[in-house]
């Protein structure tokens, strides 16, 4: 993950599979805890249906903040995996 841009938000690594997902989720949460209200997802090239899990987590802990976290730029496949699991209206999302 890169460094918090101005304006609360983080953008996602290249890459978000299971090897991954820990680190990210862990990432991610800190940037969420230190106030970030926003993830970009446009970097993310290469996931599986581990970066759901982690984005759904994500938003869970800015809901537990008192916030909704927008994301951003996710990747048409990811969007079609969403929908294909049933969780793309758990998933607050803008392209």
């Known amino acids: 993950m890169s460094t ?3 304006g609360g938000r983080f953008q996602t690594a ?3 599979t299971h090897e991954s997902a820990k680190a990210a989720l862990d990432a991610g949460l800190s940037r969420i805890a230190a106030g970030a209200t926003e993830v970009d997802c446009a970097p993310l090239t ?12 994500w938003q869970r ?3 537990a903040r008192g916030a909704a976290l927008g994301v951003f730029n996710l990747p048409s496949g990811l ?3 969403a ?3 049933g969780v793309d209206t758990l998933l607050t999302f803008r392209h």
């Open 83 to 85: 929908r294909a699991y």
């Open 14 to 16: 290249a890459t978000l």
């Open 4 to 6: 918090p841009a101005t």
């Open 61 to 63: 802990a800015a809901s």
């Open 46 to 57: 290469q996931f599986d249906s581990s970066a759901l899990a982690v984005l759904l987590a």
């Open 79 to 81: 969007v079609s995996l």
